[in-house]
């Protein structure tokens, strides 16, 4: 969490070897047994795939990398009859807020051009956990929508998970980005 240019290409890189790069690596490792076994691939992505925010930025692009990946590897591993299926969870109580918000610390310098905002930035970390769903009841949706026979294309599960991405959909892009700005103090000058 933080700006992203203060965080730079390194934090881009390390957000994807987390999120993007390990999918098809453990994919590509697993792939014998899931074509053998006609398997099911569960990536875990994020409403913030769809709905991008200030301050998350690397997070967001990784996490809407793993939405297109997973599109790509449901085409692609259909013949085998390999099925994937994409979870894009909201807030979920784990240890994400406490590990964003230190990551956020590490970033936010007296030299940096956001300085005024770091009051803001680290508002962006918490948000991640506004009202959480109690991560096993996140976990009983992912098991349940993986016994089903035909698992789904797409789970979202979790507080904000359904909302958010609605509103990325149906709010004029314009409309959406002034309310991100005016939430995380960018609709001033600096």
């Known amino acids: ?22 999918i098809v690596g453990v994919t ?7 074509r053998r076994h006609k398997g099911l691939v569960v990536n875990i992505g994020s409403v913030s795939g769809v709905l991008v925010t200030p301050f998350a930025g690397a997070y967001c692009a990784s996490k809407a990398a793993v939405h297109a990946l997973s599109d790509a590897l449901r085409m692609e591993l259909a013949p085998f009859g390999v099925r994937v299926m994409e979870v894009q969870p909201g807030a979920i109580d784990t240890h994400f807020a406490k590990n964003a918000g230190a990551q956020a ?57 359904r909302a958010l991405p609605w ?16 939430r995380f103090g960018l609709d001033k000058g600096l």
């Open 1 to 22: 969490m933080g700006p992203l240019l203060d965080g730079g290409t390194q934090a881009m890189q390390q957000q994807f070897e987390t999120n993007v790069f390990s």
């Open 28 to 34: 590509q490792a697993l792939f014998p047994v899931l």
């Open 105 to 161: 610390e590490l970033l936010i310098s007296e030299q940096s051009p956001w300085w005024p905002l770091r009051d803001s930035i680290r508002a962006r970390a918490k948000a991640s956990q506004d009202k959480p769903t109690p991560a096993r009841e996140f976990a009983a949706d992912v098991l349940k929508a993986v016994q089903q026979h035909t698992p789904p294309r797409l789970l979202r599960s979790g507080n904000g998970s």
């Open 167 to 182: 509103m990325a959909t149906l709010l004029p892009k314009g409309l959406l980005e002034t309310v991100l700005k005016k």
